[in-house]
Structure formats: structure tokens, C-alpha cells
């Protein structure tokens, strides 16, 4: 079946430094990858998408690159600051047929100090 | 423009007890779809419904749970003799078909005591 299979947290970073969150999905037909964050105690916000192989997601200094040939959309970010702490989802959606559910990974939680 | 609303935000039950959670989803939005966030893990499928109808339930799990989307009012997300296993964060998300988008709720807090 589909799987997200994303690195486990936490990860702990200074204000500054640079993210990479790892995910590698696999799946029997052709995915759209999705970031979804989610802070304490609210729902799931959507972060940033790519539907097709080499699109390229953004938002909010976030970015992600769909990679089929490896199977993975990793997120980054080249500065990341208190308020980005939060838990942070990778998920993929198949687009044909009534396959229109999303599956998740586990989640990866951010924590970023001082 | 009100987004996606779930109520309660926080429900506690003791065992034995009915747990019903609300889902109105976005305005123009027909399409309903419920998820489970158990303590510490990602989000999994529940089921996906339409106005009168369920579209795919293969999340449910067989006894306990069932989901209804009327034509008219809120999705509703029905546990009965709810144990403590059941103990979760309920998402519903809407969109305005199966290709679409979704937007999630915040969320119901169910704790089962």
C-alpha cells in the first residue's frame, strides 16, 4: 500500500540554522506530495505542495522539491526562527479515481531555541 | 468566510459512553473526510463521505464507528461504547470535490476516562 516514511524528531536547531526534514514516500500510482504543519492544540495547516516530478513547492522561506527518482520530498529551510517550532507532516494523495485520501507520516516535531 | 468547524473542541467520556463530533465544513464545500491522530503519531484515514453518502470507509474500524453526512447539517462522527484506546485527536477536513484541496479543522480532543 502507500507509505510516508519520514525522519523522527525531535529535531532541535538554534534560531538560524538550517532545516532539512527528511521523506520518502512510495506509492502505486503517480502522488501529489504535500507539507502540513500543525502547532500546539490546532489542526493541520498546509505548508506547501508539488503535484508532478521536479515541481518545486514554497512558502514562508520553506521549500520542497518532488524528486521521483529517489521517491522524496524533503523540506528545508535556510533559516528558521522560534516560531517555526511546531510538528510538521509530510503526506501524499493519490489524484485518479476516488483515490482522494491523504496518507501521512508520523510527523516530525521542530524545536528551534535561542 | 468561515473556515472548516468541529465541535466539540474538547470531549470527555468515561467508558461505555456515546461520543458524537461535528464537522460543518467549509461553505461550497460538499466533500467531507474524517481522520484520527492517536497521541504521538501521524493522522489515518477514517472515511470520506459526500452529502448522503460514504465514499470510502476503509479507516473505520468495523464495530463502534460510524460517520454520516446529511443533506442537511453537520457530518457527524458517532462512537459508541467508546473505550480508552479511543482517546484521540478527531480531524475532519472538507473540499469542494475529490481532486480538490482540503481544509482541516482544528480538531475534537476526545478523552476517554
Known amino acids: 500500500g502507500d507509505s510516508v516514511t519520514q525522519m523522527e524528531g525531535p529535531v532541535t536547531l538554534s534560531e538560524e540554522a538550517f532545516l532539512t526534514i527528511n521523506c520518502t514516500y512510495t506509492?502505486?500510482?503517480?502522488?501529489?506530495l504535500f507539507w502540513y504543519v500543525q502547532y500546539p492544540g490546532e489542526g493541520l495547516q498546509l505548508l506547501l505542495k508539488a503535484t508532478k516530478a521536479d515541481d518545486k513547492g514554497s512558502n514562508k522561506g520553506f521549500e520542497a522539491t518532488y524528486r521521483k527518482e529517489t521517491t522524496s520530498f524533503h523540506l528545508e529551510k535556510g533559516s528558521v526562527q522560534v516560531s517555526d517550532s511546531a510538528v510538521y507532516f509530510c503526506?501524499?494523495?493519490?489524484?485518479?479515481?476516488?483515490?482522494?485520501?491523504?496518507?501521512f507520516g508520523t510527523g516530525t516535531r521542530l524545536q528551534v531555541t535561542l | 468566510n468561515a473556515g472548516v468547524m468541529q465541535n466539540p473542541r474538547h470531549l470527555v467520556r468515561r467508558r461505555g459512553q456515546e461520543a458524537r463530533l461535528r464537522c460543518s465544513p467549509m461553505?461550497?464545500?460538499?466533500?467531507v473526510y474524517w481522520y484520527r491522530q492517536l497521541p504521538e503519531e501521524g493522522l489515518k484515514f477514517m472515511v470520506y463521505?459526500?452529502?448522503?453518502?460514504?465514499?470510502?470507509e476503509s479507516g473505520m474500524p468495523k464495530e463502534r464507528f460510524s460517520a454520516e453526512f446529511p443533506k442537511e447539517g453537520p457530518s457527524i462522527l458517532r462512537i459508541q461504547q467508546v473505550v480508552r484506546g479511543d482517546s484521540a485527536a478527531y480531524f475532519c477536513?472538507?473540499?469542494?470535490?475529490?481532486?480538490?484541496?482540503?481544509?482541516f479543522g482544528s480538531g475534537t480532543r476526545l478523552t476517554v476516562v
Open positions: 503526506a501524499l494523495r493519490l489524484t485518479t479515481g476516488t483515490a482522494s485520501k491523504l496518507t
Open positions: 461553505k461550497g464545500h460538499s466533500h
Open positions: 506509492a502505486t500510482g503517480y502522488p501529489s
Open positions: 477536513a472538507s473540499s469542494r470535490g475529490g481532486q480538490f484541496g482540503y481544509t
Open positions: 463521505l459526500q452529502k448522503e453518502n460514504i465514499i470510502d
